[in-house]
């Protein structure tokens, strides 16, 4: 691990010596060294890694996906955030604003542009919303914010008393393993319980 990262240091040095991209060079000995799980940060993006990790994020406090037609609908809305504010609810759906001509992007793209990924948004930056509901088509403008994750959500499955505890865990972050236990600890003696991994973005573990 040494030698890899005074042979990144020195890529970097030679790079900027030579007025190219430290970033680059680093990425370039990194994408040689065979290990798929290496990655070269920013030091903004390393501040995002590290915020995702303790289960937070920027953004407006809305999940959504897009059906097979293309259209993009809210599938989840940040009690208390941005958008929750704003009068946003689940089933909303999104159209021009922040989405304007995204008709191609995928789910992983619309995140990123409504937490300004690409143009390295901060707190309080701002991002437009075009939104319809029942005919009612309408545009506003939010503040993203610095916004805590719900890495893990618990639910019952049926009808008492045979219902079966669902613990969802959809990252590991900071505290999701104490709140596992606390749902496993909270459910019913007799209930089964299932543990939901589908889905889950990594983090610590």
Known sequence: VRRSREEIADAVADAEADGKSGTDAAEEVVSRSG???????????????????DGSYT???IAARRAAHG??????????????RAGVREGDHLGDGALRD????????????LRGDRVKASEGSTVVLGLSR???????????ARLSTDPVSVRRLGRDPSSAVLIKVAAFTKGAGTAVRD????APGDAGILLDLRANSG???
């Open 183 to 186: 749902a496993v600890d909270g």
């Open 35 to 53: 290990d798929r799980w290496g990655a070269v940060y920013d030091e903004r993006e390393y501040e995002e890694f590290e915020q995702a990790l």
């Open 102 to 113: 995204r008709a191609s992007v995928h789910g992983a793209q619309q995140v990123a542009l």
């Open 59 to 61: 953004g407006v406090g």
């Open 71 to 84: 259209q993009v609908t809210v599938t989840g809305v940040k009690a208390g955030g941005p958008a929750d």
């Open 134 to 144: 029942g005919g009612h088509s309408w545009t506003t403008t939010l503040h993203r």
């Open 203 to 205: 983090g610590l573990v």
